[in-house]
């Protein structure tokens, strides 16, 4: 369980095609020293809003550290992982621990689908399908890109957040332009209630 409180700003080394037993999928490899700080094999690591396990690290010739992840043909469909490149900067967040502080609000890590930047930060407009827009309501929680952010003037398609400077500086939001698509996780507990109250409706 994250926070969609960003931690560091990793940069993608390489990103392989993979092929295993359990199908196809692709190796990622990412710089970073912050997350990896108390975490070993089999840690979990959000990346871009998306959880995934930590199965090999280690230090470059360079002193800079890494850490790898193997990303599976599912997560693959479901959020942007496949499109990052060598290069590419992604947030990065290690798990909450019981007893800290929740800075932003409940993020799983399951990403639900991906929207597209309509307007960037800091007047950040992104746009969803509107199956998606149900889950969100006027100034509740929304996870984009692993951030936790607030939604406000919701469409029938778009819903807007406001972009302070530090979070635009410290998060990949500050380069995320018109057209980029981003991950979003919605709400779990609207998902939640959605689920439960389906069998009583009429």
């Given at each position: 369980?994250?926070?969609g ?5 990793g940069?993608?080394v390489?990103?392989t095609?993979v092929?295993?037993e359990?199908?196809d999928g692709?190796?990622?490899t990412i710089?970073a020293?912050t997350v990896l ?7 979990s690591?959000a ?13 470059a010739d360079d002193g ?5 992840t193997d ?10 992982t496949?499109?990052l ?7 990065l967040?290690?798990?909450?621990a ?7 609000h409940?993020v799983?890590?399951?990403?639900d689908?991906?929207?597209t930047v ?8 992104v746009r969803?399908e509107?199956?998606?827009?149900r889950y969100?309501?006027e100034k509740?929680?929304v996870?984009v890109?692993g ?5 406000f ?5 778009t819903?807007?957040v ?5 979070t635009?500086e ?5 380069v995320r332009?018109p057209g ?19 069998p009583?409706r009429?």
């Amino acid at each position: 369980m994250f926070t969609g409180i960003v931690e560091e700003l990793g940069t993608v080394v390489a990103s392989t095609p993979v092929s295993t037993e359990w199908g196809d999928g692709v190796r990622l490899t990412i710089a970073a020293s912050t997350v990896l700080e108390g975490s070993g094999l089999g840690a979990s690591i959000a990346v871009n809003g998306c959880c995934l396990t930590l199965v090999e690290q280690g230090t470059a010739d360079d002193g800079t550290t890494w850490w790898s992840t193997d990303v599976s043909g599912e997560t693959l469909a479901r959020t942007t992982t496949g499109r990052l490149q060598p290069g590419d900067r992604v947030n990065l967040e290690r798990p909450m621990a019981l007893g800290d502080r929740l800075g932003g609000h409940i993020v799983l890590g399951h990403v639900d689908t991906t929207g597209t930047v309509v307007s960037p930060a800091p007047d950040l407009v992104v746009r969803l399908e509107a199956a998606h827009l149900r889950y969100l309501v006027e100034k509740g929680s929304v996870t984009v890109d692993g951030i936790s952010l607030t939604a406000f003037d919701l469409t029938d398609d778009t819903f807007r957040v406001a972009v302070i400077p530090h979070t635009a500086e410290v998060t990949t939001l500050g380069v995320r332009g018109p057209g980029s698509v981003v991950n979003i996780e919605l709400d779990v507990l609207a998902k939640h209630i959605e689920r439960l109250v389906a069998p009583y409706r009429p």
